[in-house]
């Protein structure tokens, strides 16, 4: 009986408990919502030290909490950091810039809209040095690095200066070593997001665009180096093949850099530049601290009575539900009416970074444009990537904006489907399926290699991507004002950069966001604005518990750690490609450039 009674009130405590812990977290979002807010002090004298080393998105976050008068606000957005940096070039308590790392931009179209920002903020009269005592500094680190007035590194440091390269694996005898063969039906001798299941080696075509694709980048990355270090790029490009970063000596012989320093060497001179007596009283400021205090300042002013709004389709395409991942159909349809019925809201700026995905929510999004167009003007603006699908939905917009390292068009269609006949015989796996017609338990059944390879099947399959293709080519050729034929000689999946774009007619404009923004302030003589940004997440209070709950696993987390980063962005990859049922339109491959 007394154990009973024990058990019982063991039950009871722990509910007690469970209460009282979710009336504190409410009280919490409350007071929280009511303006407790940690307001961030920027010291005079102040240093704001550029070091991006977590993964840097374009946009941040803004995450409402629908049951209560709270927000989330995340500040790790590009879109943020460059205000800030902005901001900073009259903020009279930013005596300068210290440069680090730029390894969580991630890519050179990002990297080129931060460095602009960086470069504009010298205009202010204010230094910009950069430091860095890490054995190896990236290409990406010293692009950004290269604006600074001296670049100064570690005594054991290494500047790999060493071109652009790019890898692609092959899973040809994977496959087929494990039992589950890729089943691909594509359109497009460029579409090569598949061929890695279907071969061993490159083909002449894919090595053809990722070359030209690689010598854009690498033309646009030694001309920028060229002017900041007036340095010729035929010696740019003989560093590169001779490694001439790999020792400190080296670099300074080929100007690389301006000197090399200790710690406490780099500090004094931060000293000089700030007329500070002791090291000890030097100011530093992060960027994420500074974007989040300049951001805490322009929340309370008031806005203008003119509005653009900037709509960030960032992530893979899908239907459903934006997240920080992915690029939900619904989320930016839903954006698209809000910022159009916005009686404030004077144009529209969509900014696309996405390799593209689901077919149907790529046709889905771009009705919503065509529809909005009708009230008012969209222009899109595109970042890292805008490819496939994600040129989609960019391509029937007023006027089209990209970096010169952005990479766009990959217009084309593929499917996969996943064979796994063999594997089943292997590991003694039978299937059978009962229906009513042909085709009732699907039009592919994945166990019968047969009617896989069945000209029956895969004529049904290849007419939908035939179909599916010619429509992506009509919908370019309207919107870019181009015949099918036109359209069709760029097309076939094939993948540019931003420069080839302009040439080939896939793009308006060069240029930056900022840039963006500009045009349309100038095209519709809108003297004073203020930026609508969507999408605005909303979360209600069981959906924030799920998310902030102590008992939740990061499942992601645990897999990343396990298995390393790099295998799980392939993980990721093949993942997201497997939850978008039917067509896709994506771009043919996943390269980190370096």
């Known amino acids: ?114 460095r602009d920002a960086v470069a504009d903020f010298k205009n202010s009269g204010k230094f910009i040095y950069s430091f860095n005592q890490q054995d190896m500094i990236s290409q990406r680190d010293y692009y950004l690095q290269s604006v600074a007035d001296s670049i100064f590194i570690g005594v054991t440091s290494q500047i790999m200066l060493q071109g652009l390269g790019a890898n692609v694996n092959y ?56 002017k900041s270090r007036n340095i010729s790029k035929e010696k740019l490009n003989q560093i590169a093949d001779s490694l001439g970063g790999r020792t ?12 090399v320093r200790y710690r406490d060497q780099y500090e004094k001179l931060l000293c000089k530049s700030t007329k500070t007596d002791k090291v000890k009283d030097l100011n530093f400021i992060s960027i994420e601290k500074y974007t989040e205090a300049v ?3 322009l929340k309370n002013e008031k806005k203008k009575d003119q509005r653009i709004a900037v709509i960030y389709a960032e992530g893979t395409i899908v239907s459903g539900k934006s997240d920080s991942n992915v690029v939900g159909d619904e989320t930016i349809i839903e954006a698209l009416r809000e910022a159009r019925e916005e009686e404030k809201v004077k144009a529209i700026i969509l900014r696309i970074n ?44 007023n006027r089209i904006f990209a970096d010169a390292e952005t990479i766009t068009g990959s217009i084309g269609v593929f499917m996969t489907i996943p064979n ?70 760029i097309a076939q999946g094939r993948v540019w950069t931003g420069t080839d774009a302009l040439k080939n007619g896939l ?8 840039d963006v923004l500009s045009y349309v302030a100038k095209e519709h003589n809108i003297k004073e604005y203020s930026t609508n940004v969507y999408p605005v997440f909303k979360l209600n209070f069981k959906e924030l518990l799920k998310k902030k709950s102590p008992f939740s696993i990061n499942t992601e987390e645990i897999i990343s750690n396990e298995i390393g980063k790099e295998a799980y962005k392939t ?24």
């Open 1 to 114: 009986m007394n154990f009973l009674k024990n058990i019982l009130a063991s039950i009871i405590g722990v509910m007690i408990a469970i209460g009282i812990f979710f009336f504190l977290l409410i009280v919490f979002i409350s007071l929280a919502g009511s303006g407790m807010e940690s307001k961030i002090s920027v010291k005079d004298n102040s240093i704001l030290v550029l070091n991006f080393e977590e993964k840097v998105n374009d946009f941040a976050q803004k995450v409402i909490i629908e049951d209560f008068d709270f927000d989330d606000q995340d500040y790790n957005g590009l879109n943020l950091i460059i205000k800030a940096i902005q901001y900073a070039k009259t903020d009279d308590k930013i005596k300068g810039i210290s440069i680090k790392s730029a390894e969580g931009i991630q890519g050179y179209a990002q990297l080129k809209e931060l």
């Open 171 to 226: 899973y040809k005898d994977f496959q087929e070593k494990i039992g589950i063969k890729m089943e691909v039906f594509r359109h497009g001798k460029y579409k090569s997001a598949v061929e890695p299941y279907l071969d061993n080696k490159m083909s002449d075509a894919n090595r053809e665009q990722i070359t030209e694709r690689l010598l854009s980048i690498w033309n646009n990355y030694t001309e920028t180096i060229q």
């Open 248 to 259: 400190p000596k080296l670099a300074l012989q080929n100007k690389l850099i301006d000197g």
């Open 295 to 297: 951001a805490q300042k």
């Open 354 to 397: 996405s390799p593209g995905g689901s077919a149907l929510a790529s046709e889905l999004i771009h009705r919503e444009i065509e529809l909005t167009k009708k009230e008012k003007p969209v222009y899109v603006s595109m970042s890292n990537l805008a490819a496939s699908g994600g040129y989609y939905i960019a391509c029937n917009a």
């Open 420 to 489: 796994v006949a063999a594997l089943s015989e292997k590991i003694g796996i039978t299937n059978e399926q009962v229906g009513t017609n042909r085709y009732s338990t699907g039009i592919y059944r994945g166990y019968n290699i047969e009617e896989v390879t069945s000209p029956e099947v895969t004529k049904l399959i290849t007419e939908g991507i035939e179909e599916f293709y010619n429509t992506f080519v009509q919908r370019v050729a309207e919107g870019r004002k181009m015949s099918p034929e036109a359209v069709n000689e």
């Open 507 to 514: 793009i308006d404009e060069i240029g930056s966001l900022q």
């Open 571 to 594: 993980l990721k990859k093949i993942q997201q490609m497997g939850q978008i049922e039917g067509l896709q339109a994506r771009l043919p491959y996943d390269i980190e450039i370096k």
